[in-house]
């Protein structure tokens, strides 16, 4: 499979995802992306367009210990779990991306599951 290909079947992917992944202002979506070195989440009312919390171990300073890998995720997880609580959200849907849940993604679901988020 060349690059194409993977690029428009990483698309496809997205897309089946986020047809069922709506995020509201009582439920916003949990977005979640791994780059190489950080780690990225936010969540987000999809009605009017608006981040509601956003969360990278690129942007803080006491975050910036965590790593994109599992032990990271499960830091970072609970840091944002925090934040999130701190705005009033409780409920949220959660959008992976791309990614399959295992590995980073559930470990990262369940230390913000952990805090007290419900999915």
Known sequence: ????????VK???RQRIRKNVIGTIVRPRLSLHFSGKHIYAQCIDDDHGKTLVYRSTAAENE???AKANTEGAVVFGRIFGEAALKAGIVDVVFDRG??????????????????????
């Open 1 to 8: 499979m060349n690059f194409d290909d993977k690029k428009i």
């Open 11 to 13: 698309q496809r992917r």
């Open 63 to 65: 975050i910036q210990k």
């Open 98 to 119: 791309t990614k399959r849940y295992h590995g980073k993604v559930k470990a990262f679901a369940d230390s913000v599951r952990s805090v007290g988020l419900r999915f």
